[in-house]
Nanobody
Framework: VQLVQSGGGLVQPGGSLGLSCVFS????????MAWYRQAPGRQRELVAE???????NYADFVKGRFSIFRDNSRDTITLKMDNLIPEDTAVYYC??????????????WGQGTQVTVSS
């Protein structure tokens, strides 16, 4: 499995950005997908996830501001980020794992994309 990310960059507080992740190498529709982030000096943390059956879950710190989508026809997930704040500055990673019932449940990571929120 390969995950190739795009998007991100520099934005002012209150602005918006989008991230995309293109999946290849297996059957996208059986994978649970997620976005994680890691800020300098901090542990990697879950931002948002979308299961193979399209259930969404968001970290409390992004609820109401970020939205995750998946397109099974294009093997792609996206993260739409609105009302960004400086605390959202981090490297964002796409994550894939086969959904429950499929083995082995190997985890895969994208290459990471920098998001910087600063005036």
């Amino acid at each position: 499995v390969q995950l190739v990310q795009s998007g991100g960059g520099l934005v002012q507080p209150g602005g918006s950005l989008g991230l995309s992740c293109v999946f290849s190498g297996s059957i996208f529709s059986i994978y649970d997908m997620a976005w994680y982030r890691q800020a300098p000096g901090r542990q990697r943390e879950l931002v948002a996830e979308m299961s193979s059956d399209s259930r969404r879950n968001y970290a409390d710190f992004v609820k109401g501001r970020f939205s995750i989508f998946r397109d099974n026809s294009r093997d792609t997930i996206t993260l739409k980020m609105d009302n960004l704040i400086p605390e959202d500055t981090a490297v964002y990673y796409c994550h894939a794992q086969p959904t429950s019932g499929y083995t082995p449940r190997v985890e895969y990571w994208g290459q990471g994309t920098q998001v910087t929120v600063s005036s």
